[in-house]
């Protein structure tokens, strides 16, 4: 797919994320090949919906919301579900039915004990404290992805903070960072492998100016991964070659 259909797409959904983010995070799972995803913060299911309409279906979905965006009145000026079954209504009509999915209507912190344990595929789409974003990656498969949105320092600085945390403990491994989406691998061997099929497969295939990572900080760890170049700048920088 090209990022033009990402633009697209996501002007019909409405997912709060970035096109090349949805392209990155595309590839990536394709050579993962989820075969359960939770997502903590599900919202409306724009990004599930998202992925679907983008070639991905994992055989299995939990939706994880405690709708307390709805309590407090968001709605963002487009559909927002009220409850459960507002939620299970639009994903169904959004996606003719095609998802198995369940849906948990709770806070995460209430949910996250009972939680299944080994899961393939996790995304986090709120803002858990320090303990709780711990017991989520504990949850996690030895060869999990665990997607984080929001990793901006003006939008998401505490999930930042508690991310390196945990990469400096060894919990995680960094995958990818992209403009606002990010991809974390428990695995360290798991993470070379998904780098190598994934990082390759975007560059031979498109062009959107990622970079790469992959000197140790210090000699004290590895933290090769790689990012997406802040796309706004590269177009400036272009146009200005041109001028
Ligand atoms: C940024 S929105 C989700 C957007 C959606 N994932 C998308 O891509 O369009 C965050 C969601 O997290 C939910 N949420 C916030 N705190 C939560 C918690 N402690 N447990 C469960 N859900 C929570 C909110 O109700 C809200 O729907």
Redesign the pocket.
Known sequence: MILEQFVEIKEQTQ???DPLDLLVTNIILKEHAPTEIY??????G??VITQFKTGITAPEYVL???????AKGWSGNRFWPQDELDLRNYVDEQTNHKLSFKIVN????DYIDIMKSNINTVRI???PDHNGFEKIIDKLDDTGLLLV?DVVFNMGLNRIVNLIDFKRQGKIYPLWIGLKESAWVKNKDYRDQLYVSACNTIKENYDIGLTEYDEPYLNIDTWKYFTTRYHNFSEKFQNLKQS
């Open positions: 997912v709060m994320a997502e903590i913060g599900t919202g409306s724009a990004w994880i919301d405690d709708f307390s965006w709805t709770s806070d995460i912190y789409d709120m803002d949105d």
